[in-house]
């Protein structure tokens, strides 16, 4: 096991390659977030975390007040979507600092849900960020048949690519 002292705790490589997707997909969350409070302070749309599958362990008073939980299940999509004329649907984020994006990305409960929303007329999206390029693309054009993958490029044919405005991703502006 190799110990790197910058994160204060031994991980082995393939551990710290997580533990740097982890990273990077919150830093995407808080900035999506962030897009979304200002939609919803300017009436133009409503984007909410979902919450993901978890059963609680213990009770309130746990040492330290740590909380603590065990997933319960897959966790579905990230995030709602509403706009208004009464459109809604479903947001899968997915951010990457690497040139492309695996399709299978998108797991199989992932999967499920957008297929479902799509299905009964909602809007079904996937955002993605590659090395700080935002995009965003519809659920019914991310499968491909001779693909393991999409790059940038590839992104930019079957999807939108995402603004950033004040260092935010603008990705209604993708869907009006």
């Known amino acids: 096991m190799r110990k790197f ?4 705790k031994s991980y082995t490589t393939r551990g710290l390659a997580g ?3 982890k990273r990077a997909g919150q830093d995407a969350e808080t900035l999506l977030e962030a897009q979304g409070d200002i939609y ?3 009436n133009r749309a409503r984007i909410w975390k979902r919450h993901e599958p978890y059963k609680r362990l213990g009770g309130s008073k746990l040492k330290g ?3 603590r939980a065990v997933y319960t299940g ?3 999509c990230d995030y709602q979507i509403m706009l208004p004329g009464g459109r809604g649907g479903l947001l899968e984020l997915k951010s990457r600092s690497g040139d492309r994006i695996r399709i299978d990305a998108i ?4 999967r499920q849900e ?11 999206l996937i955002v993605v960020r590659l090395s700080g390029e935002w995009f965003l693309i519809s659920y019914e054009n991310w499968e491909h048949a001779h693909r393991k993958s999409h790059s940038k490029k590839q992104l930019l044919e079957i999807g939108h ?3 950033l405005v004040g260092g935010l991703p603008d990705v209604i502006m993708c869907i009006i």
């Open 5 to 8: 002292y910058n994160t204060g």
């Open 19 to 21: 533990l740097k997707s």
């Open 40 to 42: 919803a302070a300017e």
């Open 65 to 67: 007040g740590a909380f």
């Open 74 to 76: 897959r966790a579905g």
């Open 107 to 110: 797991d199989d409960v992932q």
């Open 114 to 124: 957008l297929a479902l929303a799509s299905g009964w007329g909602h809007l079904a």
């Open 161 to 163: 690519p995402v603004a």
